[in-house]
DNA sequence: CTGAAAGCGCTTACAG
DNA sequence: CTGAAAGCGCTTACAG
């Protein structure tokens, strides 16, 4: 027994495709088919396990009710939650989710779209990456429907859902800056990322606002030799002269290898130095320093993504929307 | 300018769709189409910014190159990670993998099959849930092509990937009692799942050897109310008489929640309890208390599941094909 | 109340 | 060397 389709049914009850389809679709409109017929098909339906075949139908209708979502890596536990409310989310409305990892990596961030385009989604979220324009204004020009989430490009006028990056940064270095730390270090990507120069750029004007900015502090991470970049830096930062007594670090990831090394060095928390995260990692609530970070609203950022990028599917909108959600700091204990 | 398809190249070079089909999709043998219209279909499909329409492929030849991914929450990083995995790898072999969620509810396992099977995936790779048997044994009668993985139903013949639980359980145990604890408690799902049984005989069998088994030091779990259970075993276990000096926890969701509640009665980790893990949390490693945990080989589990799917896929083997792989236990320092 | 027919974009035997 | 045509499963005007 292979796949049962709508011609089969209606050969089976004698009746024309039209007539299933409408029935099936739930388009049947009063009097079209008669009760008794549409008890018939469904109960048919039922019995030989008809499953609808979307490909046919999204080709037809020229809409597949899927979204492509694009995020920078599936197994952060950031967009892995990212993706779970997206997905929860869309399928209220209907909508299947297709998820794809980039890696970081601009080639892979334009392969991805490209597949995701072949496969007829309605429209795309991305996390785009560090050299991702061009294939984002090649998106804008074409009018595909997408909205960028977590990260954006000022430069173009996007749909976009980020946080305050900016001031969060600001509030967390001069937390630390109020915990008495006179000199505080800063691990950030070295991509050219506004969501990453946000970071810095509140990091460094709290500091210069304290008279306690120093740029021989920022330590620049390579995103493809994060082990050995945040290593070493904090080698560097805590060596005998220089030593930093407060850490603020821009991301989870880098957070996880720093705090680590730290440890590793037999230096305390807080006691020896002072850490400040964004983003956060579910561990900061296990260990025995509770470490204060930056945490962003995830299940807010997945909805207004998706409730946007609907509304321009279906409503074929054409200006765009851009929200800046505010990522608030932990409650330190 | 909306959609280029293959008629539109067609047409503008004045050639039949079927030659352009042919060179478009490199199916084209020598001799068919000359050398001169091969590049001119080639340089005009890039000019106009051709991308093949998967769907309508899809439907022509009743393949999509596409696998369908169910697991119970994406938004917990071991699935994340598996995942990823699937995802990278079957990249490698031309497919492109949905990812979705259950929440651990098989009324979600039977609509997310069903959803991607509307989608015409090729195949399944499932996490099933704790009720999920029946529509399993439906998928096997309909030779639908799956591969179970981190669980399995022993009483249903399935593609598989699993870990050794039942050792790796026992080891850890065992671990613990070597380690000097007397009274060693286990938190489990409450679910009937054949791997969470396994975990627990795995504890069951090594205590009962050292003759140090209680049942009472058993407490179930709901996935459903997982914070307030782990949190009152917690207390429970911990309360005068009882008191345990050792745990075994059977995930790594309950392992957070119940390290987090340890230290929240102000008990040490190891000096007043022991504790030992399954799965990983990266955190264990930032803690000051470092806490080993069984880790399982998530890159070999989501590569074996694939190749056996694959294979079943393009070369319909019909044996079923049942992998164990070894869960080790971390070092602990 | 219901059916015949066209067409979404693709691939592939078949005919020339 | 190349094209016309059928068909994958669906939906939807149109005709009766």
Known sequence: MGKVSIKNIAQELGVSNATVSLVLSGK?????????????IMLTAKAMHYEPNILARGLRMGKTQTIGLIVADISNPFFGQLAFQIQEYAEKFGYTVIITNTNESDVKMDKMISILKSRQVDGLIIVPTNHGELAIKELVTSHFPFVLVDRHF???????????????????????????????ALLVYDNKLYHMSERKRGYVEALQEAGLYNPELIKEINYLNI???????INDLLKGDKKVDGLFSATNTISMIGINQILELNLKIPDDI???????????????????????????????AVD???NEIEHHSADTTQIELVAQMSVIR
Chains 1, 2 share one sequence.
Do not use: W
């Open 28 to 40: 049947v409109k009063e009097g079209r088919v008669s009760k008794d017929m549409i008890e018939k």
């Open 154 to 184: 000022p430069q173009i006028p996007t749909n976009h859902v980020v946080v305050n990056n900016y001031v969060a940064s600001r509030e967390a270095t001069h937390s630390l800056i109020q915990d008495g730390c006179k000199k505080i």
């Open 227 to 233: 082990q050995e970049d945040v290593i070493n830096s």
């Open 274 to 304: 002072k850490v400040f995260c964004f983003d956060k990692n579910s561990e900061f609530d296990i260990s025995n320093f509770k470490i204060p970070y930056i945490i962003q609203p995830i299940p807010e950022i997945g909805k207004k």
């Open 308 to 310: 946007i990028l609907i």
